[in-house]
């Protein structure tokens, strides 16, 4: 089983802060997935990254993907109350795997 | 499109009696996942489909749950009979083959407790 360990499991912030949160595995991904789920929804898909050391931006936040494709982190600049939510990391196995593991996430509470 | 449709939002049943969730997926969509989601475990993915065929029902807890797809749109997850450590939410999801890049498209979920 490929496990995807997420840091810190919970954060509280002040609104304007800058944070950057944490997805790790020993093992390799094909691609890494970001999701960010609010109370009583479903998670929802950020970003996927596909290429080892890949950085991807969505206005306030960056997604990097490691280069040997084990871990990623996502930095939120300036967070706001609107980025208060469950962050999940999903990785896929391989080529030809339709199925995601998913990180336990990150809990962050952005305070106005 | 509506997304992917969940009933019943919530569920509370008393412990032994049979519970079944409902889910219509994203139309095209030939993949359909069921998780189920806790604080201690996060998501867990409990059966996969592929074309309402299903694939990897490793994560189906024990016997007490099934989960069938009689046709694209729709299937269901039956827990017979419940128990109180089965309270969660259940989440389904669907997707294409480019789910590796396109991700899941999830539901809002049935929150179950079971008392």
């Known amino acids: 089983t490929q496990l995807l360990e997420q840091s810190p499991q919970f954060l509280s912030i002040q609104e304007g802060e800058n944070l950057t949160v944490y997805c790790n595995s020993s093992?390799?991904?094909?691609?890494l997935q970001w999701y960010r789920q609010e109370p009583g929804e479903g998670p929802v898909l950020l970003v996927t990254?596909?290429?080892?050391?890949e950085v991807k931006k969505l206005k306030r936040l960056t997604f990097q993907f490691g280069d040997a494709r084990k871990d990623s982190s996502l930095h939120i600049t300036a967070a706001q109350p609107g980025d208060t939510g469950l962050y999940l990391c999903?990785?896929?196995?391989?080529?030809?795997?339709?199925?995601?593991?998913f990180g336990k996430g990150t809990k962050l509470s952005v305070i106005p | 499109d509506a997304g992917v449709i969940q009933s019943p939002r919530h569920e509370v049943t008393e412990m032994g009696q049979e519970v079944t969730l409902r889910c219509k997926p994203i139309?095209?969509?030939?993949?359909l996942f069921w998780y189920r989601q806790t604080m201690m475990r996060g998501l867990e993915l409990l059966i996969y489909?592929?074309?309402?065929?299903?694939?990897?029902d490793s994560g189906m807890p024990e016997d007490r749950f099934s989960a069938k797809m009689p046709n694209a749109s729709f299937s269901t997850l039956k827990i017979q009979p419940s128990e109180p450590r089965d309270s969660a939410v259940y989440f389904c999801?669907?997707?294409?083959?480019?789910?590796?890049?396109?991700?899941?498209?999830f539901g809002s979920g049935t929150r179950l407790t079971v008392v």
């Open positions: 990254v596909v290429t080892g050391g």
């Open positions: 139309s095209g969509h030939d993949y």
């Open positions: 093992s390799v991904f094909s691609s």
């Open positions: 999801a669907s997707s294409t083959r480019a789910a590796t890049y396109y991700g899941y498209t």
């Open positions: 999903a990785g896929v196995a391989g080529a030809g795997s339709y199925q995601l593991t």
């Open positions: 489909f592929n074309n309402n065929v299903p694939i990897d």
